[in-house]
């Protein structure tokens, strides 16, 4: 288990990371302040991969 960045995340999905951040302000996904950077686990992210089918729910 690893954690992610913000720009990691984005990338793999695809998306920007401002996209990523909302999701976690929203509690769509959930996240962790290290050194005040949000970091997000991978179990994390493969759950909410889980949840929206395989695809980054918007």
Do not use: F, H, Q
């Amino acid at each position: 288990m690893g954690l992610l960045t913000v720009k990691e995340v984005a990338d793999r999905l695809k998306l920007t990371p401002y996209t990523v951040r909302e999701w976690i302000r929203e509690g769509k996904l959930k996240a962790s302040k290290v050194g005040g950077v949000w970091r997000i686990k991978e179990d994390n992210l493969s759950a909410l991969l889980e949840e929206s089918g395989g695809k980054a729910a918007c």
